[in-house]
């Protein structure tokens, strides 16, 4: 394939997150939390099996496609539910389950394809029953959305959401079994005094003084947009061909990737125990500086790369310390940027705008993930890898003055606190 048709095949599934991120709250405001979630699991078989045994590239565009709907619903639901059925002094330590979940899935996908590709010997060669190894890949998905979608029947509907609907009995009785309120009804009629009479949010109630948008709103995109242009899903996403193209074989580059993830996850633990403690502000600060310098070294490492028409080769010592820059940046990412953007977009907004408003933002951050993705082959091609990566860096850098100027702190304020200016 072109460049533009390979950055098509990998980015279309985030075409998908984009639809899937806008509606979520439309659907989780008229049907629940729960339902919505349930539709994702349906979404993501659809997909396993079609993109697996896909006939042709547009085929394989389509369902990669229906996936990213499920990605999108999930993205949103996933830290509002989460936000709306946790205590506020926990809310942070429990958010940050939808960015650990994300790192166990990569890292589970990983290291299936490093185990499909070992045993087979190639992505392209038969594996079983005479099928390619990355149709298994592909089908593999399979698992955890038949999972998601059994768990998803045991659920706990969000009390806010069944106050909205008028089910305050059940709204009390979640937040006192499962959420821990003393006192239940209290809470319940606290809800209620936010939902701004109840009604489904729409569009027009995201409109503020502030450029034609609520403040909140801006803070939201902001926020979200920031944590992909730094350009991080250019190693989820093109990891085993980039290192491929540097001189690592298939296999290797297969097994890089599983230790990165494993990293990751490990990062992911360690924010989820400090979050609450350092708070929001100092995380996602903090972690723009390292992410800034470590792209940085990454950039001047593949200044010093030599152009092949086998690829791109990295002389003596930078092959090293360019993979040592660039995993450094992916696991600050994972300790900082990567789960605190989604407890911040969970929290930030108030109530009667909360579904909507993680939708928008949620929708703005895959829009982000597709334009880096997309534009990531074409740039590399036209200006070099290099100055691609010192792109990313000025990005990480602006991330640093927008939480310094602009973010609140939103650790251990309520949902009902939470203004909408």
Avoid at 228 to 252: H, M, P, R, T
Avoid at 257 to 265: E, F, G, L, N
Avoid at 288 to 293: I, P, Q
Avoid at 303 to 320: E, F, K, M, N, Y
């Amino acid at each position: 394939m072109s460049s533009a048709m390979s950055g098509l095949s990998v980015s279309c599934a985030l075409l998908g997150c984009v639809l899937g991120a806008w509606f979520t709250s439309q659907i989780a405001d008229r049907f629940g939390r729960v339902p919505t979630i349930l539709i994702a699991a349906i979404l993501f078989i659809i997909s396993s099996i079609f993109s697996a045994f896909a006939t042709g590239i547009w085929m394989f565009i389509f369902f990669r496609l229906v996936g990213g709907l499920g990605v999108g619903l999930t993205s949103v639901i996933g830290p509002a539910y989460i936000a709306e059925i946790t205590p506020a002094q926990m809310r942070g330590f429990l958010g940050s389950f939808q960015q650990l979940a994300i790192a166990l899935g990569i890292l589970a996908s990983v290291i299936v394809n490093a185990v499909f590709a070992g045993i087979s010997g190639s992505a392209d060669n038969p594996f079983c029953f005479g099928v390619s190894t990355w149709r298994w890949m592909l089908l593999s998905m399979i698992v955890p959305a038949v999972i998601m979608l059994i768990v998803s029947f045991t659920l706990p509907e969000s009390p806010r959401f069944l106050v909205m609907k008028g089910k305050d009995s059940q709204a009390e009785h979640i937040l006192g079994t499962i959420v821990g309120e003393a006192n239940p009804r209290a809470k319940v009629a606290e809800i209620r005094h936010t939902m701004n009479h109840e009604h489904i949010a729409r569009l027009h109630d995201l409109r503020g003084p502030t450029f034609g948008l609520k403040k909140v709103v801006w803070l939201g995109i902001g926020i979200a947009l920031l944590q992909q242009v730094c350009g991080i899903n250019i190693i989820l996403y093109y990891d085993s061909s980039l290192w491929k193209s540097v001189g690592f074989s298939e296999q290797a580059a297969l097994n890089i990737s599983v230790y990165r993830t494993i990293a990751a996850v490990l990062a992911t633990v360690v924010y989820m125990v400090i979050v609450d403690k350092v708070g929001r502000r100092n995380i996602l600060k903090w972690g723009s500086v390292a992410m800034a310098v470590f792209l940085a070294i990454a950039s001047f490492g593949f200044h010093q790369a030599t152009i092949t028409d086998a690829g791109i080769s990295l002389p003596g010592i930078w092959r090293p310390v360019t993979l040592l820059a660039v995993y450094a940046f992916y696991v600050t990412f994972c300790l900082t940027w990567g789960p605190a953007m989604w407890v911040v977009i969970g929290e930030i907004f108030p109530n009667d705008i909360r579904a909507l408003g993680v939708a928008v933002a949620t929708a703005f951050n895959w829009i982000g993930n597709f334009a880096v993705s997309n534009t990531f082959p074409p740039l590399k091609n036209l200006i070099g890898i290099g100055n691609v990566y010192l792109i990313y860096a000025v990005f990480a850098l602006l991330g640093y003055v927008f939480v310094v100027k602009l973010l609140p702190e939103t650790a251990g304020v309520t949902l009902e606190d939470m203004k909408a200016e």
